[in-house]
């Protein structure tokens, strides 16, 4: 078996500009292991998807304030993406990326029972970001994510998922490997040095 590429020369000669996380089953307990270590002054912007029962007001971003470095707030429609912020997905409303740095709100149908979708997001934002986007997808028990992952590596973005064999529910990685095999398959621990290391591949 082939050893794996070293996070440096994954990262070299890329120019990140925004980082897309989808999670579900699991999603915050992983989210909790790799976020809290990003500065104030990281240098992209952070969109998290997660799976929220219709209906239910989201806590995350009161929770994640508490908790990381970073700014946090629920993602509103033509809010604009600025570095060091984490935006999440508000429960009820697929997140879209725009080309021009901004974020729409949809409340299209539901995609694999969810809205918001990771898949709509990710699509999205590979065809905003291309190249300078970095797709993550964490933990979780469906098939949401897979689809948008191949698009990122489509788009000539970066992606990375989460071990299935640590996941707390390794469905959802695994359906992403099946599907189109990532650039990365990495242990939370590494993917939150990944992160750490973005914001620095393109200096």
Do not use: W
Not at 103 to 123: G, K, N, Q, T
Not at 128 to 144: Q, S
Not at 178 to 184: C, I, V
């Amino acid at each position: 078996m082939d050893n794996p590429p070293s996070l440096e020369l994954v990262l070299r000669g890329r120019e990140p500009e925004a980082v897309v996380i989808g999670a579900s089953a699991g999603g915050v307990n992983a989210l909790l292991r790799i976020l809290p270590g990003l500065p104030a002054g990281y240098g992209l912007p952070v969109v998290a998807v997660m799976h929220v029962m219709a209906g239910r007001q989201s806590q995350l971003a009161e929770v994640f304030q508490q908790r990381v470095a970073l700014q946090v707030r629920e993602a509103g429609d033509k809010d604009e993406m600025v570095a060091g912020t984490l935006y999440f997905a508000p429960a009820g409303y697929h997140l879209l990326l725009e080309g021009d740095g901004t974020i729409a709100l949809s409340c299209d149908p539901p995609l694999h029972f969810a809205r918001p979708s990771i898949d709509v997001a990710m699509e999205s934002a590979a065809d905003a970001y291309g190249p300078g986007l970095v797709g993550i997808l964490l933990t979780g028990a469906n098939d949401d994510g897979a689809a948008g992952m191949a698009a990122i590596k489509a788009a000539g973005g970066l992606t990375v998922v989460q071990d299935p064999h640590e996941a707390e529910v390794g469905i959802m990685p695994q359906r992403a490997i099946d599907l189109r095999q990532p650039d990365l398959v990495l242990p939370l621990e590494d993917i939150r040095r990944l992160l750490l290391m973005l914001e620095k591949s393109d200096e």
